[in-house]
């Protein structure tokens, strides 16, 4: 489990879904849960979402959303999809400063 990978997760009350890991690397095997942003079907072109396709290695067009970044178990990651390449963690990065105003 690394930063910028996209897995499957599963909530009990929202059922299975794709996110991407935002905690950095070195802290995850310390950590219970990982900071995650889900991914929508709801594509909008807004600064808070980063689009992920088929040539990314997602099963369908989405988005990652950073208006609705949450902490999720490490034990309700259940399977590794796809692991991003380096523009799309720019464009992750982009995203995170977008969504904080930092």
């Not at 072109?45 to 178990?73: E, K, R, W």
């Amino acid at each position: 489990m690394n930063r910028g990978e996209v897995w499957w997760y599963e909530l009990p009350d929202q059922g299975a879904r794709p996110g991407c890991i935002l905690t950095r690397s070195p802290a995850i095997p310390v950590l219970n849960g990982v900071l995650v942003a889900p991914s929508t079907r709801t594509v909008r072109d807004i600064a808070t979402q980063v689009h992920l396709g088929l040539d990314d290695g997602m099963p369908y067009p989405c988005a990652l959303s950073f208006d609705n970044v949450l902490t999720v178990p490490k034990a309700l990651m259940t399977e590794r999809i796809t692991s991003l390449g380096p523009h799309k963690l720019f464009e992750l990065c982009r995203a995170i400063t977008a969504a904080t105003g930092c």
